[in-house]
């Protein structure tokens, strides 16, 4: 068994396709560690705010099995893959840490990702340097970084 911990995100629908996702997600692979949840705007394009959040789960797969569960999971949720990749989509999903290894993503530098595995597991290591999620979700708070992100009660973590 390996742990890891997924961002999630969506901007059409984000409530319905969010819950969805991880009713499935537990449906999986039993209890979840789950964030609250966060809206910011769209990056890279004009479109709907994203909600995003983050969940732990302990996976009986390997890492490429894992991705395509998460994958076949987006496209029972309606995800467009003939679009950019900056537009508005159903649901993502994104391995963020699995087991030990911290997976190099360019959103380890944004709010939407920090701020939700703060919530759940402050002590993640970030890919590059020393730092951990804690850490750099409160540098980037501490220089005014956080951008409009803004947390949202939805009551998801049950």
């Keep these: 068994m390996a742990r890891a911990y997924l961002s999630l995100g969506s901007n059409i629908e984000p409530e319905r396709h969010l819950r969805e996702a991880l009713r499935a997600l537990r449906d999986r692979f039993g209890a979840l560690a789950v964030s609250p949840a966060y809206q910011s705007p769209a990056i890279g394009f004009d479109g709907d705010p994203f909600w995003n959040l983050a969940a732990g789960l302990d996976c009986d797969l390997d890492i490429d099995a894992l991705n395509a569960w998460l994958r076949a999971l987006e496209d029972r949720e309606g995800r467009r893959r003939d679009a950019s990749r900056y537009s508005s989509r159903t649901l993502d999903?994104?391995?963020?840490?699995?087991?030990a290894q911290s997976l190099d993503r360019p959103e380890w530098r944004q709010a939407?990702?920090?701020?939700?595995?703060a919530d759940i597991e402050p002590r993640l290591p970030v890919p590059e340097g020393d730092e951990t999620v804690g850490d750099?979700?409160?540098?980037?708070?501490?220089?005014g970084e956080a951008g409009s992100l803004r947390r949202l009660d939805l009551g998801l973590q049950d």
């Excluded at 999903?93 to 087991?99: S, Y």
């Excluded at 939407?112 to 595995?117: I, K, S, T, W, Y």
């Excluded at 750099?136 to 220089?143: E, F, K, L, Y």
């Design 112 to 117: 939407f990702l920090l701020a939700p595995l």
């Design 136 to 143: 750099r979700w409160q540098r980037m708070r501490d220089r």
């Design 93 to 99: 999903i994104d391995v963020v840490v699995f087991g």
